[in-house]
């Protein structure tokens, strides 16, 4: 007799794991399809915006590249020499076609960070809005470049032909120089406009100037010695009358 209640007992502890089993799968599959249930319209909604966005992007990006081509831009560029020099580096340029590139991934970003706001994917937008935020910041040290560029070639000319009409020497170097410091002065302010780190930009002013300096002294010492000798000279000729 006790024996057959010590089965009842056994086999209703069986029962009774089976049946909390059973609850926790149910619980389970019933959690997984209301998140299911709770993500994929979430998902349709993302994939629709995005979409839509990259459609209105490529819209924006065409718009960019005709208003580019024109006021012609690539014409300024080639008679400045840039296009010439860029090319010469294996790089093929076309400035309405990276107009095009940009505006486009500028807009793309911008509703793929919404797209995955409606997901609720924080850090991916977290991601792309600091990524959309630079974006602008390459932009304006692009045209912070170029335009720079465009001013160093136009002030060489310009000092090249001031010089030559005052009749001095070295007009060439004068034109050549001047280019040079305009185009060293963009390329830093664009360096700053990309938050590049400011020791690095002292450092590189310091040695430029250095440089600047030590070639400067170099040529004038080494190149007026004689005429310092000359001056000596006359200064002691007047001191000894």
């Not at 840039?82 to 076609?97: C, H, I, K, N, V």
């Amino acid at each position: 007799m006790e024996g057959r209640i010590f089965q009842v007992k056994e086999g209703g502890v069986s029962m009774l794991q089976t049946v909390v089993a059973s609850d926790i799968v149910r619980d389970s599959l019933l959690t997984l399809w209301t998140g299911v249930a709770g993500f994929v319209p979430r998902l349709v909604a993302a994939i629709i915006v995005f979409l839509v966005g990259w459609l209105i992007a490529h819209v924006l990006g065409r718009l960019a590249f005709h208003i580019v081509r024109v006021i012609r831009v690539d014409s300024a560029l080639t008679r400045v020499g840039f296009r010439r020099a860029w090319e010469r580096s294996g790089f093929r340029l076309d400035t309405p076609m990276l107009f095009y590139e940009l505006v486009k991934w500028f807009f793309a970003i911008v509703f793929l960070m919404a797209a995955t706001n409606i997901l609720g994917l924080t850090e991916v937008t977290d991601f792309l809005r600091s990524v959309l935020f630079y974006l602008p910041n390459v932009i304006v040290a692009a045209v912070i470049l170029l335009s720079g560029i465009l001013v160093a070639k136009f002030l060489e000319g310009l000092v090249r032909a001031s010089v030559k009409a005052a009749g001095l020497i070295s007009a060439n170097f004068l034109g050549v120089l001047t280019k040079w410091a305009v185009f060293v002065f963009a390329l830093l302010i664009a360096l700053a406009q990309l938050k590049v780190a400011d020791d690095i930009i002292k450092i590189v002013v310091t040695g430029l100037i250095a440089a600047g300096a030590l070639a400067l002294g170099l040529s004038f010492g080494l190149g007026g010695v004689r005429h310092a000798e000359e001056m000596i000279g006359d200064m002691k000729k007047r001191i000894g009358e």
